[in-house]
């Protein structure tokens, strides 16, 4: 049994005359890293926003963890899929400060039960010291890790990555790919990567698949 | 799209925020369908007598009132906008900001104010006798057409001078310097370049000074000029006939819709890309000897026609009538009454414009978009419609609730309803819905989406996220929101007129009170209430615009 299973999944947008996403179907084993390669365009950012509940699909149905979070007659909303991803620029609360930012989806828990998830998570993301800082006070890599602590925080079923690489300087990727493959391997986290760029992703990630058009090789 | 589906985006969308937008839209919309259903029943005698002998002139007037205040506005303001945006010269950046001033000066308070300074026994013509020159009535005949044109220049044409000059100042720098490098002189570069460039940002501000015309009562009324509103009142409290009033409104609000349809329909065709939001600053160029000191004067003259001498004049007065009308009771109500009402219309106003424009962020799709058109059509309604409007609904709801009132032992039938306070603080909210939510509006396209998205990952419903996210990043553009809002309900004149209930008064129906009283000295006191506080509002709003920026 599939841990994530896309079926047949459709979207496309009411004025445009092409669909953006046709007909995908694929599946991911729990604990597993996949990449999802394609030119900008091609519908990868669009695959997570329906995985996370943050677009509606035209068709087909999406489970995680052996539940259906949208089909014909489902839709589960966003903040109830577990679902936990890091957007492209991190949208980090610039209004917070980091420790806040990493407690902002424990509202659930006791508050020593937060204050021990968010020294868990910013030992795992070696953010030690930084707790109080405000996110215009960090570097692109360790803002990065700040909103992977974020997502992972609240213990989601899968975490997705939005072209994770593209707000950093050329000559710091090699070091960031591998922080943050060394972070999600820790977490054995499920994990969906999405990102233009093929290095990304074998760097860091167990399977690769390509969405859109195919490039000739 | 089957039924099943049709369930789940039922489901998925059917929130508390969603059902609260839409009661929100209804009722914007009720007393402005209320109007329009009015066409439908027959009409009585009066509207014949009107038809024939009072709407064709009325239309007329109208219609040369708003060609000529927007061709003058378009003027005056785009060449203050040009010149200061394009141009170093003496004391310019005092002026950048001073000619806007006369935002803070309600067309009606200038337009008895100039009506008295020019009459025979006012300011300027005594001075003139006094050195010995008998200058002939004609020459200051302000109580006209031309003259009322020139008062609604000279008080709204900030609006046009405001949006021309943003924009030519950050997003037009590029095109002109390459203008200047190709060899263009001032005048041609002004002409072939900054005027076609411009035409979105200055259509934009006239359609806020037309607007602002439509919706005029004082000015006309004052001047003695047959306009729509002002029919609309005489056939209410002239000849105590509703039902016509209601009937010219509802004319009156098809013409609008059409104009604006036809607008939209032309320019359609030719959209102006440079509004691209790309920044390009344009760096002033220095002017030396005449050109210099023309620059100056006409900012000189413009600030000094449209702000220093109405208000030194109004000060004048006031120190005359100060203990008369400023330590009394009265006016220690009147200044209650205005405070009370503006905050609670404007407390509605942001509330609504926070739930709607939230809602229609999140749901993006064409019903956000209707809903966020529907809250801001109050500002293109003159405040006289949208009075006839609200007070048919309110009739209409008084005659529904006759039986509960019979059974609360009120007596039979009574207007309670209608006669509250409460109707003149929903037109308020229904009319100036706009200002608060193009403000609301803006916050929330600053700060995007992915905030609020990120925080619904994260575990929270859409409420927890507005309080805990969208709110605290859109602080800056609420304030400004809430401070544009108190100040157009401050300034506000015909809705009140038109609404208030019996005996009570604001600083501005006062104001016009006493002037149409010919107690003008009188007048002055409320109405440099007025202008200070929108003074002070308008210097915080510039405040904060730039505490924003920086």
């Known amino acids: ?217 | 799209m089957n039924y099943t589906r049709l369930i789940r985006n039922i489901r998925q969308y059917a929130n508390g925020w969603l059902i609260m937008s839409v009661a929100a839209a209804a009722m914007v919309l009720l007393p402005l369908l209320a109007i329009a259903l009015s066409i439908f029943f027959a009409p009585n005698e009066n509207w014949i007598h009107i038809t024939q002998y009072m709407v064709r002139d009325y239309v007329i007037q109208s219609v040369w009132l708003v060609l000529f205040t927007g061709a003058a506005t378009t003027a005056v303001g785009g060449l203050l906008a040009w010149l200061i945006a394009a141009y170093d010269f003496p004391l310019k950046s005092f002026f950048r900001w001073a000619l806007m001033l006369p935002l803070a000066v309600p067309p009606y308070i200038a337009a008895f104010t100039y009506g008295y300074m020019l009459s025979y026994t006012g300011v300027v013509q005594t001075t003139l006798r006094s050195w010995g020159i008998e200058p002939d009535q004609a020459w200051f005949d302000i109580l006209s057409l031309p003259g009322a044109v020139f008062i609604f220049t000279m008080f709204l044409y900030p609006y046009v001078y405001l949006i021309t000059r943003a924009f030519l100042e950050r997003q037009c720098g590029s095109y002109i310097e390459n203008a200047r490098l190709l060899g263009r002189s001032p005048l041609s570069i002004f002409l072939k370049v900054v005027l076609p460039l411009s035409r979105p940002a200055l259509a934009g501000g006239v359609t806020l000074v037309a607007f602002e015309v439509l919706s005029d009562y004082g000015v006309a009324n004052y001047y003695g000029i047959q306009t729509f509103t002002t029919a609309i009142f005489k056939t209410w409290f002239g000849m105590y006939d509703i039902d016509s009033a209601t009937r010219l409104a509802a004319w009156f609000m098809l013409c609008i819709v059409f104009v604006m349809l036809l607008e939209r329909l032309l320019r359609r065709r030719r959209r102006y890309s440079a509004t691209t939001g790309r920044y390009s600053p344009l760096f002033p160029k220095r002017l030396g000897g005449v050109s210099a000191a023309l620059a100056t004067l006409l900012c000189s003259v413009v600030l000094l026609l449209s702000f220093i001498f109405p208000v030194g004049q109004l000060l004048v007065w006031a120190s005359w009538t100060f203990h008369d009308v400023a330590f009394t009771a009265n006016f220690g109500l009147l200044t209650y009454n205005t405070v009370k009402v503006a905050l609670i219309a404007t407390a509605l106003v942001m509330v609504f414009s926070v739930i709607v424009a939230n809602t229609s962020r999140m749901l993006n799709n064409t019903v956000g978009i209707a809903l966020a058109k529907t809250m801001t059509i109050g500002y293109s309604i003159p405040g006289a419609i949208i009075a006839i409007g609200v007070l048919s609904l309110f009739i209409a709801l008084d005659r529904q609730l006759a039986s509960l009132y019979r059974s609360l032992g009120w007596g039979e039938s009574p207007l309670v309803l209608s006669l509250s306070l409460f109707m003149l603080i929903f037109a308020y909210v229904i009319r100036f819905m706009a200002t608060g939510y193009n403000a609301v509006d803006s916050g929330f396209e600053k700060i995007g989406t992915k905030f609020a998205e990120s925080a619904r990952l994260l575990g929270l419903g859409m409420t927890r996220t507005f309080f805990k996210v969208d709110l605290p990043l859109i602080r800056g553009s609420l304030a400004g929101g809430i401070i544009l809002t108190f100040v157009e309900v401050v300034k506000e004149l015909p809705l009140a007129m038109l609404l208030r209930p019996f005996n009570f008064d604001t600083l501005s129906t006062k104001a016009y009170q006493y002037a149409g009283d010919e107690r003008i000295f009188s007048a002055a006191v409320p109405s440099l209430a007025i202008i200070c506080v929108s003074l002070a509002s308008i210097l915080l709003f510039h405040q904060l615009g730039k505490e924003v920026r920086s």
Request: include cysteine.
């Open chain 1, 1 to 217: 049994m599939s841990y994530v299973e896309i079926r047949d999944l459709c979207f496309f947008y009411f004025s445009a005359k092409t669909s953006v996403i046709d007909n995908f179907t694929f599946s991911m084993s729990k604990g597993e890293i996949v990449g999802i390669l394609g030119e900008s365009g091609s519908g990868k950012s669009t695959l997570l926003r329906l995985i996370a509940g943050l677009e509606t699909p035209s068709g087909g149905r999406i489970r995680i963890s052996d539940r259906t979070v949208v089909d014909e007659k489902t839709f589960v909303a966003p903040e109830k899929r577990g679902v936990g991803m890091v957007f492209q620029d991190y949208a980090l609360f610039p209004h917070l400060t980091v420790a806040k930012n990493i407690a902002f989806g424990l509202h659930g828990l006791s508050r020593s039960e937060r204050k021990s998830r968010v020294r868990e998570m910013i030992e795992l993301v070696k953010l030690t010291g930084m707790e109080e800082r405000y996110p215009h006070e960090l570097s692109g890599g360790q803002q990065q890790r700040v909103a992977v602590a974020r997502a992972l925080a609240p213990k989601p079923d899968i975490l997705l990555l939005d072209e994770p690489f593209s707000n950093l300087d050329a000559d710091l990727k090699g070091a960031i790919r591998e922080e943050l493959r060394i972070i999600l391997k820790t977490a054995g986290i499920t994990c969906l990567l999405v990102s233009h760029d093929p290095q990304d992703i074998e760097a860091i990630c167990d399977r690769a698949i390509r969405i859109g058009t195919p490039v000739a090789r």
